[in-house]
C-alpha cells in the first residue's frame, strides 16, 4: 500500500532508477518530473511503468485560474495528462483546489464546471480516479465545503495530504474529526510534512513522528485508503519515513 513520489528521484531517467527500490506503488510526480511527450519513448515507459500500480500527480497547476484562457490551457493538460495515464496503466491523478478563492466563485466558472463534471466521468469510465488534494488554505480546507465539492462531482474522491492537514490544523484531535467527516471520500494519502528542510530529522515529521504515526493508524482504521505515497523530494529521507510508519499499512 506505501508507495513513493518520483519527486524523491532525478529529473531524468527516473524510470530507471525506480528500478532497483523495491517500490511496487509509484506516484509520477508531472511537476517535477521530465516526461518525454514523443510516442516512441512513451512506449518505452509505458513498459517499464507495466510492474507498479501507479499513478500521476497533475502539472494542471492553474486548473482553476481566474483567466479563461489560461485555465483553459491547463484543462487540455489534465486531458494529455489522463492520456498518458491510460497508456501507462496509472489509475489516479490527483490535482490541486483552488487557494485563493471558494466554491461560490468556482461555480461561477461554467466552463470549469462542465469540464470537470464530463472529465472526472470519462477518466472513471477508462478505469482512472480522479483525485482533489487537500489543500494548504483556503476554503476547500473545510470539509463542510469539501462535502459541498464532491456532491457536485461524485466521481472525484479526496487525496489526503497528512503535512497540507497539519499545516491547517495543527491539533491531533481536529485533525482526527476532519478525517472522520471526510472518510468516505479519502482513498488516496499523501505522507508530506511541508517541511523546508530536507532532512527528516529537522522536519516537521522527524520532529513528531509519534504525532503522524497516530493519525495515520486512525485513517488506516477508518478510511478506503487504496494507496499512501510518500511524496517528498529527497530520497533518504523518503525512506527514513518509510521505515517509520510501514508497520501501519501491512
Wanted: glycine share 4%; proline share 3%.
Amino acid at each position: 500500500m506505501i508507495g513513493i513520489s518520483t519527486s524523491a528521484g532525478p529529473k531524468h531517467y527516473w524510470h530507471l532508477w525506480l528500478k532497483d527500490k523495491g517500490y511496487k506503488i509509484v506516484e509520477l510526480d508531472l511537476r517535477h518530473t521530465y516526461f518525454p511527450f514523443y510516442e516512441f519513448v512513451i512506449d518505452k515507459v509505458a513498459e517499464d511503468m507495466g510492474q507498479y500500480d501507479s499513478s500521476i500527480h497533475s502539472s494542471s497547476e492553474a486548473l482553476f485560474s481566474e483567466k479563461e484562457i489560461i485555465r483553459k490551457a491547463y484543462q487540455q493538460v489534465l486531458v494529455a495528462e489522463i492520456d498518458i495515464a491510460k497508456r501507462i496503466g496509472a489509475k489516479e491523478i490527483v490535482f490541486h483546489l483552488p487557494t485563493f478563492f471558494g466554491l461560490e466563485a468556482l461555480k461561477n466558472q461554467g466552463d470549469t464546471l462542465k469540464f470537470l463534471s464530463e472529465t472526472s466521468k470519462e477518466a472513471r469510465e477508462n478505469g482512472i480516479q480522479l483525485l482533489a488534494e487537500y489543500p494548504t488554505r483556503g476554503e476547500f480546507t473545510q470539509p463542510e465545503i469539501l462535502e459541498k465539492f464532491f456532491s457536485l462531482f461524485p466521481n472525484i474522491k479526496l487525496c489526503l495530504d497528512v503535512g497540507h492537514l497539519k499545516k491547517v490544523h495543527p491539533k491531533l484531535e481536529k485533525e482526527k474529526e476532519i478525517v472522520e467527516k471526510l472518510k468516505d471520500q479519502i482513498v488516496h494519502l499523501h505522507i508530506n510534512d511541508s517541511g523546508d528542510d530536507k532532512k527528516t530529522e529537522n522536519r516537521d515529521f522527524g520532529k513528531e513522528i509519534d504525532h503522524y504515526r497516530n493519525l495515520l493508524t486512525h485513517i488506516k482504521q477508518i478510511c478506503p485508503i487504496k494507496k499512501a505515497i510518500i511524496e517528498i523530494n529527497d530520497e533518504d529521507s523518503a525512506q527514513k519515513i518509510h521505515n517509520t510508519i510501514k508497520d501501519i499499512f501491512e
